[in-house]
């Protein structure tokens, strides 16, 4: 038996280790990639990332740190996706190794500029458009008999930014005054300081992952309630959910975080949408509403 063979032409080496230590056909491991796609996310555009990768020893192309971005992008979408074919299925695991106690899912919408695809090098047919962004928080916090800051913050009492956050509760941003309040800015800065500081009772922060899309909510809530399943939250004690006026926030809540709204057993303050402990909630409202009438 011959022990040659006969081969085509390799068209370049290869480093018979790359599988062990996860290399792809872009030569780039792990940790490097993951710097090249935050570099592709937020910076401008795809030749600034480039150019700050340069700066980092790291030579690349912004057409190679496109092609990159675009890859994981569309691998992370897809495992998104399976996540919620799972959920649905109701085979998702939790990832977690124990249940958080306190946890909070908040739920925004953003605007954008986009782009039509497809139309070469450039911005062709420019579009505003709405994406959606979800951040789902596990906090650390005392259980309170009495609300620890029964007062609003010194900024709510401010007549016009209240006007402003009422007009924003209510669904609508409305015009702006012409006037911004150049007085209670003024103040409001002068009394920056001595807001930064932690206020009474205020949760702790310990974890916070995001997710944003540009799906409608009927799209966007099964992404939502996957990655809080996945987190564990469904079994937290003590659960909130925050959001502006939008419709579809509460659409979100309503159909896949029924049992989240704050009720007199979770003790938790919702302050977005006025959401919240009910009797604080009652109390708040009430001078949020006077300021506002006050103008």
Not at 89 to 98: G, T
Not at 167 to 193: L, N, R
Not at 247 to 265: A, E, H, M, S, T
Request: proline share 7%; with cysteine.
């Amino acid at each position: 038996m011959s022990r040659f063979a006969t081969v085509a032409t390799a068209a370049t080496t290869f480093f018979p280790l790359r599988t062990s230590l996860r290399l792809d056909n872009h030569n780039f491991s792990p940790s490097l990639l993951h710097r090249i796609v935050e570099a592709a996310a937020r910076l401008g555009s795809f030749a600034d990332a480039s150019f700050a990768l340069g700066l980092a020893g790291v030579e690349i192309s912004p057409c190679q740190v496109q092609r990159i971005a675009v890859e994981i992008g569309s691998e992370l979408v897809r495992q998104r996706d399976h996540k919620v074919l799972l959920r649905r299925r109701r085979q998702l695991p939790v990832r977690v190794p124990s249940t958080p106690v306190v946890v909070a899912v908040e739920v925004d919408g953003g605007r954008l500029r986009s782009r039509k695809p497809g139309c070469g090098r450039g911005v062709h047919h420019q579009q505003g458009k709405e994406d959606k962004v979800a951040c789902l928080v596990t906090l650390k916090s005392r259980v309170y008999k009495q609300d620890p800051q029964p007062q609003p913050p010194a900024s709510f009492l401010l007549p016009r930014r209240v006007q402003r956050l009422v007009q924003q509760i209510k669904g609508h941003a409305g015009d702006k005054p012409q006037d911004e309040g150049k007085q209670e800015d003024a103040s409001a800065t002068a009394s920056e300081p001595a807001q930064r500081e932690p206020r009474p009772g205020a949760p702790r922060r310990l974890v916070r992952t995001c997710l944003a899309s540009m799906a409608d909510s009927r799209g966007f809530g099964p992404m939502v309630a996957a990655e809080a399943q996945e987190r564990d939250f469904y079994r937290a004690k003590r659960k909130a959910f925050l959001g502006d006026g939008a419709r579809y926030n509460w659409k979100i809540q309503k159909v896949y975080f029924r049992d989240v709204l704050c009720g007199p057993q979770h003790k938790i303050s919702c302050v977005a949408n006025l959401v919240m402990w009910r009797p604080v909630a009652t109390a708040w409202e009430s001078r949020l509403l006077a300021a506002r009438d006050a103008t």
